[in-house]
């Protein structure tokens, strides 16, 4: 009698003990089916697709910024990133390409990059094997600036064209400064306040006009788009880029005022 008195507890207890896991499990259920509409633990992620560029946005309604989050035009072979987002009354700073934004674009040609953008994150321009032009806003610092994470080769080894025009949207986008010294957009006329820290043939920024340039321009002769040039290199006015170039700068270096630069 003690025997199955204490059977009996026991089975008691294990059944008590274990019913409100049997509850537990059936309420999270019933909430998981829920959960795509109102779950706290999938909290929906503003966001604020735009058909005219097939840009879809994620928004940061604190910092008010804007991340480029996906790009849904597959056929496209240009985009452009624009400098703001509105958003309603709100206007937010694009200022991040996300993580694959862009992966897999494969007819993509070029793409136009604001100065805002600060960060592109991993594999965000992955597989863009047409991907030959990038225009950017700023100049080459503020592009080397740009935190870029691995996965983006294919936007790395685009050719960078640096003093781009936002005014203009457009497979070529014709709108871009002829150098830094350029005060005017070459094609809208716009205008823009040019750099105290311009210097005609200082190519790598550094320390005004040297030997470090000529063999940087030569660089850019032979490998343009590992090279890029932000400013007029055609300092002979032939038309091309070339070798002639090249020597027009070492002679600037060592007779400047025989050979001036524009």
């Known amino acids: 009698m003690k025997v199955f008195k204490r059977i009996t507890a026991i089975v008691l207890v294990a059944l008590f003990a274990f019913s409100p896991l049997a509850d537990c499990a059936l309420t999270l259920?019933?909430?998981?089916?829920?959960?795509?509409?109102e779950s706290p633990i999938l909290p929906i992620i503003p966001s604020?697709?735009?058909t005219d560029l097939g840009l879809v946005y994620v928004l940061d309604d604190t910092a008010l910024t804007a991340k480029v989050a996906d790009f849904t035009d597959p056929q496209a072979t240009f985009a452009v990133i624009p400098r703001e987002v509105l958003d309603?009354?709100?206007?937010?700073?694009?200022?991040?390409?996300?993580?694959?934004?862009?992966?897999?674009?494969s007819t993509l040609e070029s793409v136009v990059i604001p100065e805002t953008v600060k960060n592109i994150e991993a594999y965000a321009f992955d597989a863009c094997a047409k991907l030959k032009t990038v225009w950017f806003?700023?100049?080459k610092a503020a592009f080397s600036q740009i935190s870029?994470?691995?996965?983006?080769?294919?936007?790395?080894?685009?050719?960078l064209h640096c003093g781009a025009c936002m005014?203009?949207?457009?497979?070529?986008?014709?709108?871009?400064?002829?150098s830094f010294s350029?005060?005017?957009c070459n094609a809208c006329g716009k205008e823009r306040a040019i750099s105290e820290d311009f210097v005609a043939g200082d190519l790598d920024d550094k320390e005004g006009v040297d030997l470090d340039d000529v063999i940087y321009l030569l660089y850019h002769v032979n490998f343009s788009e590992k090279y890029p040039i932000t400013q007029n290199v055609d300092f002979d006015a032939s038309g091309t880029v070339d070798l002639d170039d090249v020597f027009y700068l070492l002679y600037h270096v060592n007779f400047p005022d025989r050979y001036p630069l524009n």
Do not use: W
């Open 48 to 50: 604020r697709p735009d």
């Open 29 to 37: 259920r019933g909430f998981a089916e829920d959960a795509v509409v």
């Open 88 to 105: 309603g009354e709100k206007t937010y700073t694009v200022n991040a390409i996300a993580s694959a934004a862009f992966s897999a674009s």
């Open 137 to 139: 806003e700023g100049d």
């Open 167 to 178: 005014d203009r949207v457009g497979p070529e986008f014709t709108h871009v400064y002829d």
């Open 182 to 184: 350029d005060p005017d």
């Open 148 to 159: 870029i994470a691995a996965g983006n080769d294919d936007l790395l080894n685009a050719e």
